[in-house]
Nanobody, 114 residues
Framework: QVQLVESGGGLVQAGGSLRLSCAAS????????MGWHRQAPGKQRELVAR???????TYAASVKGRFTIFRDNAKNTVYLQMNSLKPEDTAVYYC????????WGQGTQVTVSS
């Protein structure tokens, strides 16, 4: 089983920044696409960002220009740098890896206050 462990969530004020980390138990990030989704209370889980093994990135329209996904293959870790945070970014953020099946982390809470 692939284990994904998220960290870096917390409480920030609007306009602030956070960097989320997703550490994989295997060398996943160098060979498979990985990404971040988020789910707010009462809302459907949505794609935030994705990065391919070759470094091609995809972002939700709502976070383009504010969030950046990147990898450190030596550490088997994928990051999500979140800048200019807004209250509507408040959600649980989940890391995922796209192998033969999709693996999910347990999530990390991000709360943005105004």
């Amino acid at each position: 089983q692939v284990q994904l462990v998220e960290s870096g969530g917390g409480l920030v004020q609007a306009g602030g920044s956070l960097r989320l980390s997703c550490a994989a138990s295997r060398s996943i990030s160098s060979t498979f696409p990985m990404g971040w989704h988020r789910q707010a209370p009462g809302k459907q889980r949505e794609l935030v960002a994705r990065i391919s093994s070759g470094g091609i990135t995809t972002y939700a329209a709502s976070v383009k220009g504010r969030f950046t996904i990147f990898r450190d293959n030596a550490k088997n870790t994928v990051y999500l740098q979140m800048n200019s945070l807004k209250p509507e970014d408040t959600a649980v953020y989940y890391c995922n890896a796209e192998t033969a099946r999709i693996w999910w982390g347990q999530g990390t809470q991000v709360t943005v206050s105004s």
